[in-house]
């Protein structure tokens, strides 16, 4: 199954390559960009898993269900993970398909087409990019540990502004790239400890957190809890610094 999910994948990163000088916007909400290509990756990507899994469910950043229930073979899919970097011409975007069955992520894949990057990770199988296996960063000093974070305006909307600003006093080569999967892809190949995820859903870090997690890392909610499917306030990291931000974010939470 994996390598059939790998090519198409691939396939839909090629149809974003060779296009992109036909890219226009659909929607802006909240400053959120939407392109034509949101919906036809989304497209080619569910049509060609309808023909081999027609029974399975799907979730979509373009098509999104309050009714869904994990338990049951369902996709996970956000056809452009940085959809602002993508219109802009920046590197900084992947496309992030993830499979859960039984309540639980059981294969993602996140590429990267202009950097060529294929990650993929099932559970209990190790996590790998172009075939490669690949594991958390080994460093514990927070000085020198490089955070993600999600945009302050994900904070702010919160009341959390106070959680962002200890975040990046705290750690001091903190960054926003704009790609949740990318950016947990780089916790899982040791490009950086950690992630925080401020006001998240589910398809921007379904399949990231598996190969995260799959490569040597912890997931849990801001509260701590293993059990983080649904959150939307999640942090990544090596496993080295989590207590270090659970004690930033439980002293600063409103």
């Known amino acids: 199954m994996i390598q059939k999910l790998e090519k198409i994948v691939v396939d839909a990163g090629l149809l974003l390559m060779n296009h992109q000088n036909e890219i226009t916007v659909t929607s802006t909400i909240n400053g959120e960009v939407t392109t034509n290509y949101d919906i036809i990756i989304q497209d080619f990507i569910l049509s060609k898993l309808k023909l081999e899994f027609d029974d399975y469910e799907y979730i979509s950043e373009e098509i999104q269900r309050n009714n869904f229930d994990l338990a049951n073979p369902t996709w996970i899919l956000d056809p452009i993970d940085g959809t602002a970097n993508f219109y802009r011409g920046l590197p900084e975007y992947t496309i992030s398909l993830a499979l859960a069955i039984g309540n639980k992520i059981q294969i993602g894949i996140v590429y990267s087409p202009v950097l060529n990057k294929l990650f993929r990770a099932e559970q209990n199988k ?6 490669k296996k690949i594991s958390i ?3 514990s000093k927070i000085s020198d540990s490089l955070l993600f974070l999600s945009s302050y305006k ?3 909307n919160n009341n959390n502004e106070n959680i962002y600003y200890n975040l990046i006093k705290t750690f001091p080569n903190s960054k926003i790239t704009r790609s949740a999967a990318l950016e947990l892809c780089y916790v899982a190949e040791g490009c950086a400890e950690g992630r925080v995820f401020a006001n998240t859903k589910l398809w921007d870090y379904a399949a990231g957190c598996l190969i995260v997690e799959e490569a040597g890392g912890k997931i849990t909610t801001w509260d701590n809890d293993m059990v983080y499917l649904g959150s939307s306030k999640l942090i990544a990291t090596n ?3 989590h207590n270090e931000l659970i004690r930033i974010i439980n002293s600063n939470q409103v």
């Open 137 to 139: 960063s080994k460093n």
């Open 126 to 131: 190790g996590a790998y990019v172009n075939g």
């Open 154 to 156: 994900s904070f702010l």
């Open 239 to 241: 496993g080295l610094i």
